[in-house]
């Protein structure tokens, strides 16, 4: 499903199917009373959307493993991403519960069986992560789960997803999701309104992902192969795709001018994305015209497999998505592009990231309380206005201090 479909599916469906869950809450309370907090045996965390979200979400993974040592943990999130929730290791595989998302009927049978299985697993607690869909609060309340945690958007409008929450987080768009995701884990036994009243979270990098003995090697020597002009060559990654939003994407036109001054400086250009961003892709190289000057976009096989290319490459720039985060994995110094979203809520948390925002006016256009869907007429501005010039002294000096 393309965004737009998913937008309103979840608002025409979602706004009612909310409401009449809500009405049975109030009268499953009125007869049982509330659910008592207890150190919960079985937790299910429910993350649908990118990637990304998944790395910024693991101090939360670690903190509920660290306070909750002998409770299961679990997953509900679409199949598209499971990958990345591997990759991380914050839970056994048998534990995820997938949905795919590329078609209606899919998603509607997927769905059905997600239900069947959250209802048989008997789960103490829900964390539904995400910021103010209904299809996800959906899900979480089917769970069964006594305890309801999510975030909920006090006096907003518009965003209405139902009242059957019991652990009510304050959305704060002031704080650092992985610092709100955090409280979160804190709500779980927490009481008072707003909930969980506690000194803000310091959060740190995610830990680095380990390769096994001789994989970095190997794919270094498999790229070689591939193109072996840019063996003995500093190779810079750019991901120019905007993926699902590209009004988060850096100009074209600045990314052929960013290549076109690298390749002259002496550096090989690999254009990095999935297959979808080939034709972009393509279009750069073509008009590069330059040897060093290499289309990547759907080379690598998975997401461990890009990262184990990250570490043969020098820097990375990258739109604001999938790729950025990753590189919080890596030690691969990183240039992110941020404009319609702020790296005050969203940067990766390493020090390796470094990101580019000039803040304008009306910047950060996409929010949790739009449903991410930017007023912007396509005229990003506040991306348009990081130039060509800027991108290109940061990146000279990240490269050579990685000398």
Same mark, same amino acid.
């Given at each position: ?9 979840d ?15 109030k ?23 990118e ?13 509920l ?12 999130m ?10 991380l290791?914050?839970?056994p ?25 959250m ?50 987080v ?5 704080r650092h ?5 955090l ?10 309104t ?20 001789g994989?970095?090697?190997t794919?270094a ?45 002496g ?16 279009? =750069?190289?073509?008009?590069c015209?330059?040897?060093?000057? =290499? ?14 290319v ?6 990375l ?9 990753f ?53 990003n501005?506040?991306?348009q206005? =990081?130039?060509?010039?800027q991108v ?7 490269l050579?201090?990685?000398?």
């Amino acid at each position: 499903m393309n965004i737009n479909l998913q937008r309103a599916v979840d608002r025409l469906a979602g706004v009612p199917i909310c409401a009449g869950l809500s009405l049975l809450e109030k009268l499953r309370v009125f007869f049982a009373g509330e659910s008592k907090p207890q150190a919960p045996k079985r937790i299910l965390i429910v993350l649908l959307s990118e990637m990304g979200s998944l790395v910024l979400a693991q101090p939360m993974f670690a903190e509920l493993k660290r306070r909750y040592p002998n409770a299961e943990l679990h997953m509900l999130m679409f199949r598209k991403n499971r990958e990345v929730l591997d990759l991380l290791g914050v839970m056994p595989k048998e534990n995820v519960i997938t949905l795919n998302d590329k078609a209606l009927g899919e998603f509607a049978g997927d769905s059905l069986k997600a239900i069947s299985k959250m209802r048989s697993l008997d789960f103490d607690v829900v964390i539904d992560c995400e910021l103010f869909t209904r299809a996800s609060s959906v899900f979480s309340y089917l769970s069964g789960a006594k305890v309801h945690v999510g975030f909920y958007a006090h006096t907003q409008e518009g965003l209405y997803r139902g009242s059957f929450m019991n652990r009510k987080v304050m959305y704060n768009p002031y704080r650092h999701l992985s610092q709100q995701f955090l409280t979160m884990v804190d709500a779980i036994s927490s009481s008072g309104t707003p909930i969980a009243k506690a000194p803000a979270h310091e959060v740190s990098a995610p830990p680095m992902l380990q390769f096994a003995e001789g994989e970095l090697e190997t794919v270094a020597a498999e790229l070689h192969r591939d193109f072996p002009l840019i063996k003995d060559k500093r190779l810079v990654l750019v991901y120019p795709d905007g993926g699902l939003l590209p009004i988060r994407a850096w100009p074209p036109a600045y990314y052929k001018q960013l290549c076109d001054e690298l390749l002259k400086a002496g550096y090989a250009v690999g254009l990095i994305g999935l297959p979808d961003a080939k034709p972009l892709a393509q279009e =750069i190289v073509a008009h590069c015209k330059h040897e060093l000057c =290499i289309d990547l976009a759907g080379y690598t096989k998975s997401v461990r497999h890009l990262l184990a290319v990250f570490h043969r490459a020098s820097l990375l720039v990258t739109n604001d998505g999938g790729p950025g985060q990753f590189a919080a994995l890596t030690p691969l110094p990183t240039l992110v592009f941020f404009g319609p979203e702020t790296p005050a809520l969203y940067s990766p948390l390493a020090p390796n990231i470094h990101c580019l925002f000039t803040g304008l006016s009306c910047s950060p256009c996409l929010t949790a309380y739009n449903h991410r869907n930017s007023p912007c007429d396509g005229n990003n501005q506040c991306l348009q206005q =990081i130039t060509p010039e800027q991108v290109l002294v940061k990146a000279h000096a990240l490269l050579q201090e990685a000398q």
